[in-house]
């Protein structure tokens, strides 16, 4: 179960940890062992000399059977498969490249080294600095700041020496960093534009004084109030949307893994024939040390007599043993990966073909739990953890599952169908004139779905998209 939860991406350096606790398994790439196979071989041979207590009772040492492990074809490379005959990869290299960039608080922190400031004031910037999150707010309090430099630097700073270095990180890029909160932050980067443009007037104006008005989309409020028409009042408004809400979000983005999505699975279409692949990218096979073996066969061809090869042999049998349990485990996740993709593949067959989602069938963990024979959890552990590559993007597998809604004619359909079809309605809806939940309810009871207001408000909530009166544009 914790292998089959490890992320493609993830799956080399858990074998990596798996080759360094047990030196009986080894790559078996192009049948030559690697160089941490031998070293972990060579540590193992030095240990031999020394004296140790391994498990166990006499009577395993005086019954030890290895002839299941000396037998003719034990050497044989794992016989599983990742990833389809039909799509080899020969020149495929196994390194992954590392990446390298400047983090959110490094590209600060360069900026920082270019000012002219004393070693007080740098130490004083730096935890400032070291105190702004990842989407380039400081959210501390000024008077927070002042015990952390007294505890953590042993230096006894003024909220007003400190005020003035956040006005200088304010002065960063990107604009609208080291701000307390999302009003500071629009307004400091629109400061930054041109100070002649009336657009720009309005719109700070706007948020220096109806900010709360503007957030609630209380435009005609801002119009009465500043005597504004429609085109003043759209050209401020469309300064503000372009402004950065997070300054430091593309920063904190790269610099999470979540970011990359390394998909478990590739579907594709050939022709009208869906076929399926496994990644195999960080999978390499794996199989028992050549080494180990020879040990065995060494001890197969003495007089079994000797106490210290016997415990010795007991000891490479263990190793032996756990590696041929974890290449199983290995194998054992690759099936059941496969056998769950193939089964949800063959459920919404008609997406895959197509990428519509309204052809999407409801399908719960249960329906597919019943076609592997696997348990309800190990399909939902599959679920939520692994994705897969289609010609219509890359999915979470979480994403095909979906309760179902009835029609009025008794049919059931996908509840993703239905939230399709609701958020097209919104997204052709007249912005000047939002479609309420009322509204939406009813076109949908009018297209032959049985539904509830409640439940077109939680679907709504579900898809991310507010209620009418903040969808409301000019």
């Known amino acids: 179960m914790k292998l089959l939860q490890v992320p493609t991406a993830n ?5 990596k940890e798996e080759l360094e606790e047990n030196p009986a398994l080894e790559y078996s790439e192009d049948g ?3 160089d941490l196979s031998k070293e972990n071989n060579e540590e193992f041979e030095a240990n031999t000399e020394e004296e140790f207590e391994p498990d166990g009772s006499e009577n395993e040492y005086d019954n030890i059977d290895i002839s299941e492990y000396v037998s003719e074809g034990d050497d044989e490379i794992a016989d599983y498969k990742l990833r389809d005959d039909n799509y080899p990869d020969p020149d495929e290299s196994r390194t992954i490249p590392v990446r390298v960039e400047t983090t959110f608080h490094d590209h600060l922190l360069s900026q920082l080294g270019l000012q002219t400031l004393d070693d007080r004031e740098r130490r004083i910037a730096e935890q400032i600095i070291g105190s702004i999150d990842d989407d380039g707010y400081l959210r501390r309090e000024t008077s927070a700041i002042v015990d952390d430099l007294s505890f953590s630097q042993n230096i006894q700073a003024e909220e007003e020496e400190i005020k003035q270095l956040i006005k200088l990180i304010q002065t960063f890029d990107p604009a609208g960093v080291c701000c307390a909160d999302l009003k500071e932050c629009l307004l400091l980067q629109l400061k930054r534009k041109n100070p002649d443009d009336p657009g720009v007037q309005t719109a700070i104006s706007i948020l220096e004084n109806y900010f709360d008005e503007f957030t609630k989309k209380h435009y005609e409020k801002i119009q009465r109030s500043l005597n504004l028409n429609d085109e003043d009042l759209r050209e401020a408004i469309g300064q503000i949307i372009k402004l950065n809400p997070k300054p430091g979000g593309n920063y904190s983005l790269m610099n999470k893994a979540e970011s990359y999505v390394i998909p478990d699975f590739f579907i594709l279409n050939n022709n009208g024939k869906l076929e399926l692949s496994l990644n195999s990218k960080n999978a ?11 040990m065995l ?34 194998k054992q996740r690759q099936h059941t990966l496969l056998s769950t993709m193939e089964a949800i593949m063959s459920y919404q067959h008609e997406f895959f073909l197509t990428g519509d989602e309204t052809t999407m069938k409801p399908m719960i963990l249960k329906d597919i739990a019943d ?27 979480k994403f095909f599952f979906s309760e179902s809604l009835s029609t009025d004619s008794g049919e059931e359909v996908s509840t993703r169908e239905v939230k399709k079809i609701l958020s097209d309605m919104i997204g052709g809806e007249n912005k000047r004139k939002p479609l309420s939940d009322e509204n939406l309810t009813k076109m949908l009871q009018d297209k032959g779905y049985n539904i509830a207001r409640r439940t077109v408000a939680k679907y709504r909530e ?3 998209i507010p209620v009418a009166r903040l969808r409301k544009e000019l």
């Open 11 to 15: 799956l080399e350096e858990r074998i």
């Open 32 to 34: 030559q062992e690697d």
């Open 284 to 294: 390499p096979d794996l199989r028992i040390s050549e080494g180990y073996r020879e």
């Open 297 to 330: 066969k060494e001890y197969d061809r003495g007089d079994k007599k000797d106490k210290r090869q016997k415990e010795a042999v007991l000891f490479i049998k263990q190793k032996i043993d756990a590696a041929k349990w974890f290449i199983d485990a290995i």
């Open 371 to 397: 076609i592997t024979q696997l348990d309800i959890s190990t399909v939902s552990r599959v679920a939520n953890s692994k994705y897969v590559q289609t010609e219509f993007g890359t999915f979470k597998l």
């Open 462 to 464: 579900q898809l991310n």
